[in-house]
């Protein structure tokens, strides 16, 4: 069950679009949306390089008042600031950091409180069962983060800052595709020729998957089948951790029947493989 929890995410940051073109000038460049965003319900989307790779998740709320809020890493503000002012172009659309803005998210007592101070909120759509999301004003709640990061990595979400870095992994290596991130039926965007066509194919060889621990492990932590390295872990809380592994030879190694360790100790694959 998911700790109860209310928290700023200083690691995220807010741009938000407005004009008569917020909603349609990037269509053609996002991963999913930004069309089809609702007040009730956020958007999973991301940024990618020409080549596939993931230059920074994105979380898209409605504004209410026609525009967009978009959240994402703050590591990545200025960089996205420059990249959507240039894919605008002649579009009727304002394009703003908002340092007066925040992101918060909570779960379960916290989300009350949430929504009573929210400009925009909904339930995580990357997994409800994370909590809740919202954009609200600056000087909300303080940091705590642990419960947050927990719930996150127990729903099985990876997120940029944390699991992977801008331009180093493609988006089914962080399981956009089954988060709901990607929408392969929307046309062009950004890197959506390697995207579709490592979907049309299958057989994705790179996931990252929830394990069950029996010691607290790290991020760099080394996932072994017998004494075959699988991959490594990219964030952890308690007894759960999150892994970018090799599905191909996990299937394998366990088809043979090895045994999955992580700092010495047995681990086992909380997911489901035959789904991936």
């Known amino acids: 069950m998911t700790q109860d929890y209310l928290t700023t995410l200083p690691h995220r940051a807010v741009l938000s679009i407005t004009g008569q073109d917020a909603r349609s000038f990037l269509q053609r460049v996002l991963t999913h949306g930004p069309e089809g965003v609702t007040p009730d319900q956020a958007m999973l989307s991301a940024l990618l390089t020409p080549q596939g790779k993931v230059l920074a998740d994105l979380i898209i709320f409605d504004d209410g008042e026609g525009g967009l809020l978009f959240d994402l890493p703050a590591s990545e503000a200025e960089t996205l600031l420059k990249r959507f002012t240039l894919y605008r172009l002649r579009s009727d659309a304002a394009i703003e950091r908002r340092e007066d803005l925040s992101v918060i998210a909570a779960s379960g007592e916290g989300e009350a409180e949430l929504r009573t101070v929210a400009l925009a909120a909904s339930p995580d759509p990357r997994n409800a069962a994370i909590g809740w999301r919202a954009i609200a004003p600056a000087g909300g709640p303080a940091s705590d983060l642990d419960a947050y990061h927990a719930a996150?990595?127990?729903?099985?979400?990876?997120?940029?800052?944390?699991?992977?870095?801008?331009?180093?992994?493609?988006?089914?290596?962080?399981?956009?595709?089954?988060?709901?991130?990607?929408?392969?039926?929307?046309?062009?965007?950004?890197?959506?020729?390697?995207?579709?066509?490592?979907?049309?194919?299958?057989?994705?060889?790179?996931?990252?998957?929830?394990?069950?621990?029996?010691?607290?492990?790290?991020?760099?932590?080394?996932?072994?089948?017998?004494d075959i390295s699988l991959g490594a872990v990219s964030s952890a809380a308690s007894d759960c951790a999150l892994a970018r592994v090799r599905v191909d030879r996990l299937k394998d190694a366990l088809s043979e029947g090895a045994s999955l360790t992580l700092r010495g100790a047995p681990a086992r694959v909380i997911d489901d493989l035959d789904t991936l």
């Open 152 to 226: 996150r990595i127990k729903a099985g979400a990876p997120e940029m800052g944390m699991d992977f870095g801008p331009a180093e992994v493609f988006s089914t290596d962080v399981n956009h595709d089954l988060l709901g991130g990607i929408d392969y039926k929307k046309g062009c965007f950004v890197g959506q020729e390697v995207a579709s066509r490592m979907h049309r194919k299958g057989g994705v060889r790179k996931r990252t998957l929830r394990l069950s621990t029996q010691t607290p492990a790290q991020p760099g932590d080394t996932v072994l089948a017998g």
